[in-house]
């Protein structure tokens, strides 16, 4: 919408989607932290986590698409409880429930090698007083406050 052309500059936004599972109350003293396998290339890995009710989840994956869609293949569960029993093992299948989707942007596509995000004054590019924030992931809400100052140094 600037007239940048995004695709020149890497700046293209690739959508990925990421599937959540909530695990069972059975499993309710399973963990009381945030549990994280070794990372994967288009994410942090299938970890466990916690909705704001407590309850523990499983997510997410990683699927790249072409449009926003927020539907969950109940037969990924058999992918999420292989990923969750290479740590812990006591996780069947059955003890999981699709939940929610999201979609997080991407500057790298499939296959791609890893980006990390940008923040970017584009005067350079012929469009000044834009600044972009591109592909803010996990930790970008943890770093919003460093990331806050950044823009501010950037108008200054």
């Known amino acids: 919408m600037a007239g940048i052309d995004v695709r020149a500059l890497g700046y293209q936004q690739r959508l990925c ?14 963990a009381s932290r945030l549990i994280y396998p070794v990372p994967v ?12 009710g407590g ?31 290479r740590y812990l093992p006591s996780i069947t299948d059955e003890d999981l429930e699709p939940d929610y989707a999201g979609i997080r942007p991407k500057l790298q596509g499939p296959g791609d090698p890893v980006r ?29 406050e460093a990331i806050g100052r950044k823009v501010a140094a950037l108008i200054d």
């Open 41 to 52: 290339h288009a994410g942090l890995g299938i970890h466990i986590t916690f909705d704001l």
């Open 116 to 144: 990390d995000f940008v923040i970017e004054e584009a005067s350079a590019h012929g469009a000044p007083n834009l600044i972009n924030l591109l592909g803010i992931e996990s930790p970008g809400i943890t770093a919003s």
């Open 55 to 85: 309850k523990l989840m499983a997510g997410p994956d990683t699927e790249y698409i072409d449009h926003i869609r927020y539907d969950i293949d109940a037969s990924k569960a058999a992918h999420f409880g292989a990923a969750l029993r």
């Open 17 to 30: 989607k990421g599937d959540y599972f909530r695990i069972s109350s059975r499993h309710r003293s399973l």
